[in-house]
DNA sequence: ATCGTTCATCGTCTATCGGCGATGAACGAT
DNA sequence: ATCGTTCATCGCCGATAGACGATGAACGAT
């Protein structure tokens, strides 16, 4: 009964809760500079392997590959094994989407909270 | 906040890459199911206690503190002390600065792939 | 066949996350 | 003064993240 992490609620099904969505892979993904710094390095080569990462990032190999597995969970960027390396490759249409996501959600708070902001003082209920 | 590079910890020996920057904090708030959901919930109510969202959500009144302490850090909801209660609401102009920062990494990362991202053949597409 | 390179994965370690209950402070009401 | 309510914080726990080194597979070159 405590050990609900993602699956079972205590009492009824959290609302929309509960499920490790895209949105929220994504976001998590991105949520790490270092994989931030990987997107952008990822952009701005034509081709990409870990090796190269390796050297930009001051990292351990391992970790590097660990990042990128992140990102390639996320969808945020993808990866065709070539020869004994792996070209990696931002998903530029996946980051899109992600943004739009992103400004889904703002714009809905946005409207929601303008919907009914005036009265927002009043300070009892 | 338009400093979204991340600063890449030189020293790999340093356990995380010690720069928390907004922009990974905003991400990382968002990254949770439950806090998107306190957002909207918070978005579309004039006046919002710890309470309700609890009812809300049916989590554990510590544990919505907690997130909320979390969205609060990432200056994303606002909260203002009134009497015994906590009056949260969301901070719409954070959200669509982060909103933005993400926008703006999409459209880099989408400028330098496009840049060169004809020429990548190199040895075959 | 052998070697060097590249990469993914495994194991380990520490720090953090995310959940909970319990506790105490702050405040309004009785 | 006392009680009830609300909330933040603490301690605890299991699970996960993030770092590393080591290992082995895949592949090109010798």
């Known amino acids: 009964m405590k050990s609900l992490s993602a699956s079972a609620a205590p009492h009824a099904s959290a609302p929309s809760c509960g ?7 994504g976001l998590a993904a991105l949520a790490h500079p270092a994989r931030v710094e990987i ?7 034509d ?9 930009r990032l ?15 969970d996320a969808g945020l960027v993808r990866m065709s094994p070539q020869g004994q390396r792996s070209r990696y490759a931002v998903d530029v249409a996946a980051l899109r989407t992600l943004c ?12 929601r909270a303008d919907e009914q902001g005036r009265e927002m003082c009043r300070g009892d209920h």
Chains 1, 2 share one sequence.
């Open 58 to 72: 001051n990292l351990a190999q391992s970790t590097v590959s660990q990042h990128l597995k992140v990102l390639l």
């Open 47 to 55: 081709y990409c392997c870990c090796k190269d990462v390796v050297q």
């Open 100 to 111: 739009e996501a992103v400004g889904a959600l703002a714009t809905e708070c946005a409207v």
């Open 39 to 45: 997107l952008r390095y990822l952009a701005g080569v």
């Open 19 to 25: 499920a490790p969505d895209a949105f929220s892979r």
